[in-house]
Nanobody, 114 residues
């Protein structure tokens, strides 16, 4: 069973920055894409993702502020979040997709508050 280990959440003031990390138990290149989702009441929405080929995709609300990247040597996917806003608050889940199967991390809380 694939496991995803997340880290990097916390409490930050508006305008601040955080970096989330996700390390899968298998190679990041074993997945079609990896990404980050944010849990809102009743739904879990895509924030950013990166394909095995390196193509990135972002939800409009974070474009220009968040950057998803990967470190091949560390087998880690990052989400660098800058200019954070209160509406970015939520539980962030790392996702890895292989064919039609989704794998999820346990989630890490991000709170943006004065």
């Amino acid at each position: 069973q694939v496991q995803l280990v997340e880290s990097g959440g916390g409490l930050v003031q508006p305008g601040g920055s955080l970096r989330l990390s996700c390390v899968p138990s298998e190679s990041i290149f074993d997945f079609n894409h990896m990404g980050w989702y944010r849990q809102a009441p009743g739904q879990r929405d895509l924030v950013a993702r990166i394909t095995v080929g390196g193509t990135t995709d972002y939800v409009d609300s974070v474009k220009g502020r968040f950057t998803i990247s990967r470190d091949n040597a560390q087998n880690t996917v990052y989400l660098q979040m800058t200019s954070l806003k209160p509406e970015d608050t939520g539980v962030y889940y790392c996702n890895a997709k292989r064919m039609r199967t989704d794998y999820w991390g346990p989630g890490t809380q991000v709170t943006v508050s004065p």
